[in-house]
């Protein structure tokens, strides 16, 4: 079945050094999502990537759709220990849209 | 923001037991999911519902059923639990106004069976 793969599982970074979570589609997508997970907290909505090659900015945060559409980054430059948590990237299963599987996720810690 | 609300926040029961719990939400969406959190697994889908007739199946649907009372409310209850049904459980929510795909998330259910 479809799958959505995220590598680092887990990273840990001096505060201000940078980071970068890559996510892997097994198929092709029509858009991908990222959510960001506070420690004890719920999943919430970043961004949706749609079109082949789309990089979107969100103040330190870059985004990025691969050109096959089959893999993503999310790449955070001069992290804060407000950046801490668990991302996870998303993106539409095989059989339509609004339902969507998600990656593994990538556990970020900020040492400061 | 309490636009989705899970009750019980925690819950601790014993193998066998029947569990509901229960997702509610103000934001007026026809769709909703729950997910399951396991460490290293990330969120899986259990089950989803775009409208109150409409019920289907996610990933890891077994041992799970599902209620979808309203348009706000959607239930998932285990009907004999087991230990391996321990994890953190999400409801969601999406669709318009906000933007069909973004889903909307609750504080998340933890569940504990011994």
């Known amino acids: 079945g479809q799958q959505v793969m995220q590598i680092p599982q887990y990273q840990h970074v001096q505060e201000g050094e940078d980071f970068t979570t890559y996510c892997n589609s097994s198929?092709?997508?029509?858009?991908i999502q990222w959510y960001k997970q506070r420690p004890g907290g719920h999943p919430v909505f970043l961004i949706q990537?749609?079109?082949?090659?789309e990089v979107k900015k969100q103040k330190r945060l870059t985004f990025q759709f691969g050109e096959a559409k089959k893999n993503s980054s999310l790449h955070i430059t001069a992290t804060q220990t407000t950046d801490v948590g668990t991302y996870f990237c998303?993106?539409?299963?095989?059989?339509?849209?609004?339902?969507?599987?998600f990656g593994t996720g990538t556990r970020l810690k900020v040492l400061a | 923001d309490a636009d989705v609300t899970q009750t019980p926040r925690n819950r601790i029961t014993k193998t066998g037991k029947r569990i509901m719990l229960e997702c509610s939400q103000t934001?007026?969406?026809?769709?909703m999911y729950w997910y399951r959190q396991d460490p290293g697994l990330g969120l899986r889908l259990i089950y989803y519902?775009?409208?109150?007739?409409?019920?289907n199946k996610g990933e890891i649907s077994d041992g799970y059923s599902v209620s979808r009372q309203a348009q706000a409310k959607f239930s998932l209850s285990l009907e004999s639990a087991i230990p391996n049904q321990t994890a953190l459980y999400f409801c969601?929510?999406?669709?318009?106004?906000?933007?069909?795909?973004?889903?909307?998330f609750g504080p998340g259910t933890r569940l504990t069976v011994l």
């Open positions: 969601a929510t999406s669709g318009s106004p906000e933007g069909a795909d973004t889903q909307y």
């Open positions: 198929t092709t997508l029509s858009n």
């Open positions: 934001k007026g969406h026809d769709r």
């Open positions: 990537l749609v079109k082949s090659g």
């Open positions: 998303a993106g539409p299963g095989a059989s339509g849209t609004y339902k969507y599987i």
């Open positions: 519902s775009f409208d109150v007739k409409d019920i």
